[in-house]
């Protein structure tokens, strides 16, 4: 689609040395994003999208197929043309709709790491990682140093002489690492890059990715649908959902006080409970949550009660059973439903007075099925969530 508006010239600017060292000035976000709108046609794919990255940050876009963060990388990487918004990458705009800036993807610094490698099997392992030196005519010294160092930094320097046709996915996507890192760029991108292979190698790799990118110091933005992985491997977490962001924080952060209800069911397992804030015997942070049968819960509130919230979100792995009940605000006694095994952990079907609980349990003390229990969580673990805005 040819564009209305003809593009400017982005030209590099250099920041001025600051006068008064003390105290020293925050430095400015690595990559910055602020009210990214992506259309096609009249199509809305990302609906004003806007966060920042740290240098040094690895940073990932989580949510279900079709929430637009596969549309929100390839925009910072410049294979898709934004509606309107702007994209900044170490304080020089690189796409803005006010500024009239869209620079091209070969001059953003950046490097992509895609779902399907995109090695190219007619060529051995160093021709591919060396491919895209030759094409910025740098000198052949300077190439076989950078290659070597990369295939070094990925375990595949034995590789180098290999046709790519003769590799495994995990080396083939050990490759495509290599390749990106070798020029030294600003910033890698990566597109659901470890969704190709298996349960086993993918676990590997989530190690060697974060020891890596620790390693080179730079900045990623890494695009997945398996909220595991997002958390194995980032700094921080973007939940998108439907086109926007629904909640930005530390993978901890997100799994103990998610948002809303869809972050709470999205990531990880919770039990959303429904009923309403007890006013009279609530305090600032610390709440009294009425269930709809009636059960008084003690609950935490992330953010101050706005008067229309109706659920809470209890984590399945935050709930004691039996022996495990032990010195807890909320104690409840309930019966065993059902019980699975699932090997790392049994899972419980609980009927209790509100309803019925899932619990996940370790397999080390099992209970048995009817047997009548005592169900215990801490306030901190009955998070308030946000009322729906859908």
């Not at 070969?106 to 490698?117: A, D, H, P, T």
């Not at 980032?234 to 086109?243: A, F, K, L, P, T």
């Not at 993978?251 to 990531?267: C, E, K």
């Not at 309930?334 to 619990?359: K, S």
């Amino acid at each position: 689609m040819k564009q209305a508006e003809r593009i400017e010239t982005v030209t590099e600017m250099t920041a001025a040395a600051p006068v008064d060292a003390s105290p020293e000035p925050a430095k400015p976000p690595h990559i910055v994003v602020s009210d990214l709108v992506i259309k096609y046609g009249a199509y809305t794919a990302v609906h004003g999208v806007s966060f920042d990255i740290p240098k040094g940050e690895h940073l990932t876009l989580l949510g279900p197929s079709g929430c637009g963060k596969t549309t929100t990388l390839r925009s910072i990487a410049g294979l898709e043309h934004p509606f309107s918004g702007e994209i900044l990458i170490d304080g020089h705009p690189v796409y803005s709709s006010s500024r009239r800036v869209n620079v091209p993807t070969e001059q953003r610094g950046v490097s992509m790491v895609f779902q399907s490698y995109a090695i190219w099997p007619h060529m051995t392992v160093f021709e591919n990682v060396a491919y895209g030196l030759r094409v910025r005519k740098i000198s052949a010294d300077a190439i076989r140093v950078a290659v070597e160092k990369s295939l070094d930094l990925v375990q595949m320097r034995r590789y180098a002489d290999r046709p790519a046709s003769q590799l495994s996915g995990g080396q083939q996507q050990r490759v495509a690492l290599a390749r990106a890192i070798a020029f030294e760029p600003a910033v890698v991108l990566f597109d659901e890059p470890l969704s190709n292979l298996d349960a086993k190698l993918r676990g590997e790799m989530r190690v060697e990715l974060k020891d890596l990118q620790r390693t080179l110091g730079i900045s990623s933005v890494y695009v997945t649908h398996d909220q595991e992985e997002a958390f194995a491997i980032s700094d921080r977490v973007v939940i998108m959902n439907e086109g926007r962001i629904e909640q930005i924080g530390g993978p901890q952060d997100i799994y103990d006080r998610p948002r809303n209800s869809f972050v709470a069911d999205f990531v990880g397992s919770a039990n959303l409970i429904n009923g309403r804030v007890d006013k009279a015997a609530s305090g600032a942070d610390h709440i009294t949550f009425r269930t709809e049968s009636g059960l008084s819960l003690k609950a935490l509130s992330p953010r101050p009660v706005k008067g229309d919230e109706a659920q809470v979100a209890i984590r399945t792995a935050y709930i004691g059973l039996g022996a495990t009940a032990t010195s807890h605000a909320n104690r409840i006694e309930g019966r065993v439903a059902r019980r699975m095994f699932h090997g790392d952990f049994v899972q419980y079907l609980i009927d209790w007075p509100a309803g019925q609980l899932v619990v996940r349990r370790p397999p080390a003390e099992l209970i048995e099925e009817g047997e009548t229990v005592t169900i215990a969580f801490d306030a901190e673990h009955c998070v308030l969530l946000e009322a729906s805005t859908s």
